[in-house]
Structure formats: C-alpha cells, structure tokens
C-alpha cells in the first residue's frame, strides 16, 4: 500500500489556491497549513482524529459562519476545503478514518484505470478497525517526507499555474 508524503500534499493545495489566482504569498501559508492535520503523527495516531473529515466539517461549519460575520467567509471556505484536502489525499493511499466517529472503520479508496471488468474507483474499508502496522509511533513518520516520484509529480501538477503567473 503505497503512503502519500507530505510535501504532495502541499503540492496540491499550492497548485490549487494558484490555479484560483490567490496570490503566490498567501498560497504558500495556505499550503502549509494544509499539513497540520498530520500534527497527529507525534501523538501516535497518524491518519484517525484529525484526518476525520466528518469532525473538519462538524468545526468548520461555525467557524466560517463566524468568519463570514466578520465579512471573511470566503477565507473560511478556503481553509475547510484546504482541511479536507488532507484527509481525501491521505484515503487514496492508505486507510484514514475519513468518517469518524460516524463509521468507526477506516477507508480507503483504489483508483484504477484499468475500466474493463471493474470499477476504477473502489471503496473498502477494514473490519476490524485499524491494524497495528497502520497506528504510528510518535518517535517516527509513516514514510518519507519527500520522494524523487513526489518531486517529478509536484513539478508536473505546478508547471501550469507557475508558467500562469510568469506569462501574466
């Protein structure tokens, strides 16, 4: 099963927030904050809690009706939808409990492009909850930070919006 490293998962928010025309600042800061739902990792639980997209929305919700008060709503829009990248990316490379506490069972999803015989998108899930070799240790990471597949991937999805920015 393969594991999704961090710096895809600033990649594609990066590429996103660009893609929108947020500005190339902000877009970084956005980027970053999209790692912090691995901040479970140091307390031994990478991929439960804070990757539940059910709790992302269950606080997110009152947070952009409070931002939108205040006249930043759109802020609050980009950020829960920045949040839930994280989780969404994490279930296609392995199991997440992406439906906590509503499904107590993590998911993941398979994608394949293999369309005759099959579906190409395939949910499963485990049965008995999360295996000891998917629970992390707080003294290391699931996997690598950086990978030579995430660096070619991360150029190939910025290429777009980089070349967007210095042709305009």
């Given amino acids: 099963m393969s594991k999704v490293e961090a710096l895809l998962h600033f990649t594609v928010v990066l ?5 929108i ?5 902000v877009a970084l800061v956005l980027s970053t904050i999209a790692l912090l739902p691995d901040i479970d990792v140091f307390f031994g ?3 439960m809690y804070t990757h539940s997209a059910l709790l992302m ?9 409070i931002l939108s008060f205040f006249g930043l709503g759109r802020l609050g829009l980009m ?3 920045l949040a ?9 490379g392995g199991y997440t409990l992406l439906l906590w506490p509503a499904l107590r069972k993590p998911l993941r999803f398979d994608f394949s492009l293999k369309l005759i015989g099959r579906s190409p998108l395939e949910v499963s899930s485990e049965g008995g909850g999360r295996t000891k070799d998917e629970i992390q240790n707080p003294d290391h ?5 950086v990978t030579g597949r995430g660096v070619i991937i991360s150029i190939l999805i910025l ?8 042709i305009a």
Avoid: M, N, Q, W
Avoid at 21 to 25: A, D, L, M, Q, S
Avoid at 84 to 92: C, Q, V
Avoid at 141 to 145: A, C, R, V
């Fill in 159 to 166: 290429v777009p919006p980089i070349l967007k920015i210095l």
């Fill in 141 to 145: 990471l699931e996997g690598p930070l």
């Fill in 15 to 19: 590429a996103a927030t660009l893609g």
């Fill in 79 to 81: 950020g829960l939808s």
């Fill in 21 to 25: 025309g947020v500005e190339p600042e």
């Fill in 84 to 92: 839930l990248s994280h989780p969404l990316i994490d279930s296609f």
């Fill in 45 to 47: 639980l990478h991929r």
């Fill in 57 to 65: 929305l269950l606080a997110g919700g009152p947070t952009t009706a």
